[in-house]
Nanobody, 115 residues
Framework: QVQLVESGGALVQPGGSLRLSCAASGDIFSPYVMGWYRQAPGKQRELVATITSGSSTDYADSVKGRFTISRDNAKKAVYLQMNSLESEDTAVYYC?????????WGQGTQVTVSS
């Protein structure tokens, strides 16, 4: 049983920064991809960023240059550093792991960007 627990969501002003964390527990066998997705009210869930076991990264165009994804393989953790936040970044952010044909999701953490 794989479980993902996110933390770090908060209310932040435009231009501010936040760091999201996600810790995985259970049996996850390398290689696996970790990532972040988000879902804004009334919109579909969308990819934010992914990182492979070898630390190759991919970003949505809307967050390139502002967000940075990283991971700690020993801790089975993934992080998302978010800078220069905009109101359009407001969403529930979900941690995701894809391993050997199975996909796992966290419960989500709310990020609200507002003055």
């Amino acid at each position: 049983q794989v479980q993902l627990v996110e933390s770090g969501g908060a209310l932040v002003q435009p231009g501010g920064s936040l760091r999201l964390s996600c810790a995985a527990s259970g049996d996850i066998f390398s290689p696996y991809v970790m990532g972040w997705y988000r879902q804004a009210p009334g919109k579909q869930r969308e990819l934010v960023a992914t990182i492979t076991s070898g630390s190759s990264t991919d970003y949505a165009d809307s967050v390139k240059g502002r967000f940075t994804i990283s991971r700690d393989n020993a801790k089975k953790a993934v992080y998302l550093q978010m800078n220069s936040l905009e109101s359009e970044d407001t969403a529930v952010y979900y941690c995701n792991v894809y391993a050997w044909g199975s996909r796992y999701w966290g419960q989500g953490t709310q990020v609200t960007v507002s003055s």
